[in-house]
């Protein structure tokens, strides 16, 4: 394959499709036990976690709960994963060979917040959290 514009374009199409097909086909679970909260900036402080008092049977007069306040933040991480396909297998026509290398990639992607989030939920049992307890 000649090495320009056009035919780069066409690859990385083809790769882009790949790469969906392994994405699409994963179905992650963490939200089932997270909340995702976007951001915007570099880390984000989470003061509210702990505020909400736990419900209870309403017998008598209200029972007014003091909101705990909590200094937690966390700084958000950046992560890649960059595939090189050689020039000499462009040239070569053999850049197909790599479609499934990046439907795998995909697949990664998608499953790799399952993988934090279980990790972090390991750790629960040892790391302290906003509160200071495990």
Not at 97 to 117: H, I, N, Q, Y
Not at 122 to 133: A, I, L, R, S
Request: glycine share 8%.
């Amino acid at each position: 394959m000649i090495i320009n514009q056009s035919n780069l374009q066409i690859l990385f199409t083809g790769y882009r499709a790949n790469f969906q097909a392994g994405f699409s086909g994963v179905a992650p679970i963490w939200s089932q036990i997270a909340t995702e909260v976007p951001s915007t900036t570099k880390s984000e402080k989470y003061g509210w976690l702990g505020q909400m008092p736990r419900i209870r049977e309403w017998v008598g007069d209200r029972a007014v709960q003091s909101i705990g306040a909590h200094d937690y933040s966390i700084t958000n991480k950046p992560f890649e994963s960059t595939i090189a396909v050689p020039r000499d297998d462009i040239e070569d026509d053999t850049f197909g060979v790599f479609a499934p290398l990046m439907t795998e990639m995909g697949r990664s992607v998608a499953a790799f917040p399952d993988e934090l989030v279980f990790d972090l939920v390991k750790q629960g049992f040892t790391q302290k959290c906003y509160d200071g307890e495990a």
